[in-house]
T-cell receptor
Framework: DAMVIQNPRYQVTQFGKPVTLSCSQT?????MYWYQQKSSQAPKLLFH???????NEADTPDNFQSRRPNTSFCFLDIRSPGLGDAAMYLC?????????????FGSGTQLSVL | GESVGLHLPTLSVQEGDNSIINCAYS??????FIWYKQESGKGPQFIID?????DKRQGQRVTVLLNKTVKHLSLQIAATQPGDSAVYFC?????????FGKGTTLSVSS
């Protein structure tokens, strides 16, 4: 059974039209991460939540926001998607942020911007 | 800035051969490293990890070697199978962030 679930699997949006991607987890993990992965590139960390504490990476554009209403769910909001935001968006969870805390990844949402 | 990277973007092997995928890292303060496998259309999958106080760790058919002197990490896959075809990433834990290297695409032919 999937433990980190991302919906939808494919998302198409229009240039400038806000879009929200969702992630849920059944692991009861404290930490949830959002990564952006463009074609043939490594996943790039956007931000993560430790419980309700939000941690933004320094180079994450302001266009990207996140919400975590409860332990199980985390959302990625892209306020005004540009063509350069087309990518795979990966959600991951971990029990804690200490050493040797393994990340568990969802299957990702492939975002297309028209 | 400091980052984790891989030496070769692609590696092609025959089924049954041993594969070695290399990674060079530059953050000398990193003390935890992970190898992930990513198949097309899927999220990264944990393979094996190693702490900096070790130089070798073995799993099922996989071995990770760490050379802190030259800041080099490698993943060895024994008896490579077609199902091993995927992109392999090394990653390092920097504070609370898992930072990925660029990835090596492993292709296994029968």
């Amino acid at each position: 059974d999937a433990m980190v679930i991302q919906n939808p699997r494919y998302q198409v949006t229009q240039f400038g039209k806000p879009v929200t991607l969702s992630c849920s987890q059944t692991l009861n993990h404290n930490v949830m991460y959002w990564y952006q992965q463009k074609s043939s590139q490594a996943p790039k960390l956007l931000f993560h939540y430790y419980d309700k504490d939000f941690n933004n990476e320094a180079d994450t554009p302001d266009n990207f926001q996140s919400r975590r209403p409860n332990t199980s769910f985390c959302f990625l909001d892209i306020r005004s998607p540009g063509l350069g935001d087309a990518a795979m968006y990966l959600c991951a969870t971990s029990r804690d942020t200490g050493l040797e805390e393994k990340l568990f990844f969802g299957s990702g949402t492939q975002l297309s911007v028209l | 800035g400091e980052s984790v990277g891989l030496h070769l973007p692609t590696l092609s092997v025959q089924e049954g051969d041993n594969s070695i995928i290399n990674c060079a890292y530059s953050n000398s303060a990193s003390d935890y490293f992970i190898w992930y496998k990513q198949e097309s259309g899927k999220g990264p999958q944990f393979i094996i990890d190693i702490r900096s106080n070790m130089d070798k760790r073995q799993g099922q058919r996989v071995t990770v070697l760490l050379n802190k002197t030259v800041k080099h990490l490698s993943l060895q896959i024994a008896a490579t199978q077609p199902g091993d075809s995927a992109v392999y990433f090394c990653a390092e834990m920097v504070g609370t962030a898992l930072i990925f290297g660029k990835g090596t695409t492993l292709s296994v032919s029968s």
